[in-house]
């Protein structure tokens, strides 16, 4: 089955920032969408961001959309997330997911451990 590993999650100030990677191995073909969800503490898992690999083109959600960036070796199956202004209420557990296309990557639910960003004020 698809395994997922996330890294580069941090303590940072508001304001700061941080990379985070992803790199997917456990199936014969390549993925051409991944992306990040996030889960805040008593809160519902939410899609923040995702990457067509073959394209390069990313779709953000808005509470995102200017601070993060995403990209993708889509040779490796890696993808990463360059994160700015960082907000205390990016606080969470960031999750990678991929996909054979936008709706694959969406519907994922083999969750790894993820990986905890969290910002301080």
């Known amino acids: 089955q698809v395994q997922l590993l996330e890294s580069g999650g941090g303590l940072v100030q508001a304001g700061g920032s941080l990379r985070l990677s992803c790199s997917a191995s456990?199936?014969?073909?390549?993925?051409?969408?991944m992306g990040w969800f996030r889960q805040a503490p008593e809160k519902e898992r939410e899609f923040v961001v995702g990457?067509?690999?073959?394209?390069?083109?990313?779709f953000y959600d808005d509470s995102v959309k200017g601070r993060f960036t995403i990209s993708g070796d889509n040779a490796k199956n890696t993808v990463y997330l360059r994160m700015e202004s960082l907000k205390p209420e990016d606080t969470a557990v960031y999750y990678c997911?991929?996909?054979?296309?936008?709706?694959?990557?969406?519907?994922?639910?083999?969750w790894g451990q993820g990986t905890q960003v969290t910002v301080s004020s």
């Open positions: 456990g199936r014969a073909f390549m993925y051409s969408h």
């Open positions: 990457i067509n690999l073959s394209s390069g083109n990313g």
């Open positions: 997911a991929a996909g054979n296309s936008a709706e694959a990557m969406l519907g994922f639910r083999s």
